[in-house]
C-alpha cells in the first residue's frame, strides 16, 4: 500500500456528470454541477465551479447511472477556476466494475 494513501477503500476513475443540492450554513438551497473525477466504495472526488463547506451533508445524483446519495464533503480545495471536493458518502456504495447507463439518459 502507498504509505501516502491511507484510503479504507481504493480509488477508480469515473467521469461522469454529477447533481448536487444542499442548504448552506445561512438555510438556502444550493445546487451545483460537477464532474466526477474517480470514485470508491465510500466517496467519490469531482470538480466543480461552486465552493462547498467542509462537513455539510449533499445530495448526491448521478443520472445516467440512477444513483442517489447523501454524502458528507470532506475538503473542499480551489484549484484555478474550479474547486476539487471530495465526497464521503452516510453509506458505502456498491459499484459494479461495468456500470450500465440507466436506459433513455444518454
Known amino acids: 500500500m502507498n504509505p501516502s494513501n491511507h ?6 476513475p469515473f ?7 444542499w442548504e448552506d450554513s445561512a438555510g438556502h438551497r444550493r445546487t451545483a454541477r460537477g464532474k466526477a473525477v474517480d470514485r470508491s466504495k465510500s466517496g467519490l472526488m469531482l470538480e466543480t465551479t461552486e465552493a462547498i463547506e467542509t462537513r455539510m451533508f449533499v445530495q448526491v445524483q448521478v443520472e445516467r447511472y440512477g444513483l ?39
Open 15 to 21: 467521469r461522469e456528470m454529477v447533481r448536487l443540492s
Open 68 to 106: 442517489v446519495g447523501m454524502a458528507c464533503v470532506r475538503h473542499c480545495a480551489q484549484k484555478g477556476l474550479r474547486y476539487v471536493v471530495g465526497l464521503e458518502f452516510a453509506l458505502d456504495v456498491r459499484w459494479k466494475d461495468e456500470l450500465e447507463p440507466v436506459a433513455g439518459s444518454g
Open 7 to 12: 484510503r479504507r477503500h481504493p480509488r477508480a
